[in-house]
């Protein structure tokens, strides 16, 4: 066991993920939250997926986002890929002091 001190990943640790349906054009006084079918808390797994992009996971959901853009290079829902009609917006989650 090393007495250094841990290094933080130059990549957030957690982000939560909102799909969010694509036909919603005006949502009124509605937040993105609040149109969201789903969301979900996700967390860095420390491995890197398929796209190269660091893996997130976290409620069944499985992402792939590139940290500097919050674009979400690959996504899973319970196993499977996205449903036609839905978008995804990624927004950061603070760290927890």
Do not use: C, K, W
Not at 14 to 19: D, K, P, T
Not at 23 to 35: C, L
Not at 46 to 56: D, H, I, L, N, Q
Request: charged share 25%.
């Amino acid at each position: 066991m090393s007495n250094q001190p841990e290094r933080p990943s130059r990549h957030p640790r957690r982000f939560e993920i909102l799909l969010v349906p694509e036909h919603v054009e005006d949502r009124g006084n509605a937040s993105v939250a609040d149109s969201a079918v789903r969301s979900a808390v996700v967390e860095a797994t420390g491995e890197a997926g398929v796209s190269g992009y660091p893996r997130y996971a976290g409620h069944g959901i499985v992402a792939e986002i590139d940290s500097a853009t919050h674009a979400v290079e690959a996504l899973l829902v319970d196993g499977s890929e996205l449903d036609l009609g839905l978008s995804v917006v990624v927004r950061e989650v603070p760290e927890r002091p």
